[in-house]
T-cell receptor, first 109, second 113 residues
Framework: TQLLEQSPQFLSIQEGENLTVYCNSS?????LQWYRQEPGEGPVLLVT?????EVKKLKRLTFQFGDARKDSSLHITAAQPGDTGLYLC?????????FGQGTTLQVKP | DAGVIQSPRHEVTEMGQEVTLRCKPI?????LFWYRQTMMRGLELLIY????????DSGMPEDRFSAKMPNASFSTLKIQPSEPRDSAVYFC???????????FGPGTRLLVL
């Protein structure tokens, strides 16, 4: 059983569409991170959210931390082919960073 | 600044052979992590070091896996003997202790035939 459950696992959309990726858990976290991983590379940190209800924006990406700090979402507006990649949520549990299974996003031109 | 450096980037070997993966963390970082990524299990922490000392190796799958960090700028992950189920991408990451951001290397893609 994954401590962090991501959905959907796969998403294939056309350029210009909007999408939302979810990261859910039954545990409460002090913070939650989102990474993007491109083929052949390691994950790269996009953002860390730390406060319940917090919303952070990174250009066309909007990240939200749930009020109870158990879940998070990533919304992409007007997706572009350059957004293609694996999106991972992660959180520290007993001092170790654990990851969700990831959402593979493909944005077709 | 150079990021985390891993070598080799790709490794193909036969079952039973010894495999050594190498990592150079970012200079000044004192925590180092080894992860394994597979389609089935995702990204899993194998072991991590603080100030060159192994802190938690509970993620190491079995005795065939071992990791060392002889100094602050070098770590190895060794598999002996290797098995086909060890095929995966192995990542090294580093960070400054107390900071939450980990920086990942490009990974070593291992294929055991």
């Amino acid at each position: 059983t994954q401590l962090l459950e991501q959905s959907p696992q796969f998403l294939s959309i056309q350029e210009g569409e909007n999408l939302t990726v979810y990261c859910n858990s039954s545990s409460v976290f002090s913070s939650l991170q989102w990474y993007r991983q491109e083929p052949g590379e390691g994950p790269v940190l996009l953002v860390t959210v730390v406060t319940g209800g917090e919303v952070k924006k990174l250009k066309r990406l909007t990240f939200q931390f749930g009020d109870a700090r158990k879940d998070s979402s990533l919304h992409i507006t007007a997706a572009q082919p350059g957004d293609t990649g694996l999106y991972l949520c992660a959180a520290y549990n007993t001092g170790k960073l654990i990851f969700g299974q990831g959402t593979t996003l493909q944005v077709k031109p | 600044d150079a990021g985390v450096i891993q070598s080799p980037r790709h490794e193909v070997t036969e079952m039973g052979q010894e495999v050594t993966l190498r990592c150079k963390p970012i200079s000044g970082h004192n925590s180092l992590f080894w992860y394994r990524q597979t389609m089935m299990r995702g990204l899993e922490l194998l072991i991590y070091f603080n100030n060159n000392v192994p802190i938690d190796d509970s993620g190491m799958p079995e005795d065939r896996f071992s990791a060392k960090m002889p100094n602050a700028s070098f770590s190895t992950l060794k598999i002996q003997p290797s098995e086909p189920r060890d095929s995966a991408v192995y990542f090294c990451a580093s960070r400054t202790s107390g900071r939450e951001t980990q920086y990942f290397g490009p990974g070593t893609r291992l294929l055991v035939l």
